[in-house]
């Protein structure tokens, strides 16, 4: 028995980090390393082939209805953010179940309060990217951003990673990057390229990272009372807008085609050549597209739900949730408002069984295809 509390003794005595955890009940504070790189993918907005909110074949909007060219496909090349298991960037770390919905987004970032965060960072792709990080402290050499700051030397290696480089971000995690007093006991932060902040964004290079309160956190990071984590980027994804040139309409066909086709009758202008180039999506996904699978949550579940929106001009949502009610901001509500690059966290305990629709309420981005369901299981 002497031997056992002499040990335990021992322990405490070389280790601050479990002494500190004893004291606040929580997880030790550790550095929590992710390998993360810019890869070349093509990304299809309709895996299905299936609107899924209409329960038909895909087929886009009335505008191509009438006679006019129509999308050769929906497939796209984008530049994302993938994990891999090590340094050696060789195997890429597969997406949990539970977390396949993230669909074209960066992995899942997770820190505690008092954690740091380091992202070994390699750029596949063809021109210069970073990582910016929300919320978490960095220093100049690791905030992934360009600009007149007054910095020289190695405080701008992290400013635009070179294709073919490697660079390691450092970013620690204070209070002020957990919760607030009115969050719950998480919080989300987005992290994105920003050595051109709208064309990389566009590109595709957008990920989430979420931050749990120190003593609510289980050892991987998540927050101890929830039992399922959503996260959903309502984004107005311009394709126009990126470093890659797709052609959905086929070889030649570019913005200025558009003037060939001649007067276009719809009054509503703008809804008939948005969707040639702007993809209102929810992860990646259009019209429904998003697996049911991948949104099935169970009835009396404590399910977290983080929302953000993206960069461009009007990139305003309204994320609606049929069926059931969450609290946000410790306020019962079923639809949240977003701004550009908002994040808000809302908490559901759902009691209505069925499958459900989870849709933006700007109506035309509704049209559009900004809609997904999920599913509530008995
Ligand atoms: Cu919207």
Known sequence: MFIMKRAA????????????????????PETRTYFIAADNVSWDYVPGGRDEITGQPYAD?????????????????????????????RTLKPRPAEWQHLGFLGPLIRGVVGDTIRVVFRNNAQRPYSIHPHGVFYQKSAEGVPYNDGTSGSDKADDGVAPGATF????????????????????????????????????GLFGPMIITARGKARPDGSPNDVDREIVASFMQVEEQSSWIENKPFGPGFTMDSLGALGPIANPHL????????????????VHGSMPLADLTIKKGQRVRWYL?????????????WHGNTVVLNGMRTDVAQLAMMQMVSADMIPDDVGTWLFHCHVSFHNEEGMAVRYRVTP
């Not at 009438?66 to 984008?78: D, E, F, H, I, L």
């Open 168 to 203: 390691t971000y450092l970013w620690i995690v204070p209070d002020r990057a957990g919760p607030g007093p009115m969050d719950p006991s998480s919080v989300m932060w987005m992290y994105h390229s920003h050595v051109d902040e709208v064309r990389d964004i566009n590109t």
């Open 308 to 320: 953000m929106a993206s960069t461009n001009d009007f990139d305003f949502h309204a994320p609606h």
């Open 61 to 89: 909007t009335a505008f191509f209805a009438k006679g006019k060219p129509r999308p050769v496909s929906t497939v796209y090349k984008k530049v994302l953010y993938r994990e891999y298991t090590d340094s050696t960037f």
């Open 9 to 28: 003794l021992i322990l405490l005595a070389v280790s601050p980090s479990s002494r500190l955890a004893a004291q606040s009940g929580s997880v030790p």
């Open 270 to 285: 703008q809804q008939d050549i948005y969707p040639w180039f702007v993809k209102f999506t929810i992860n990646g996904f």
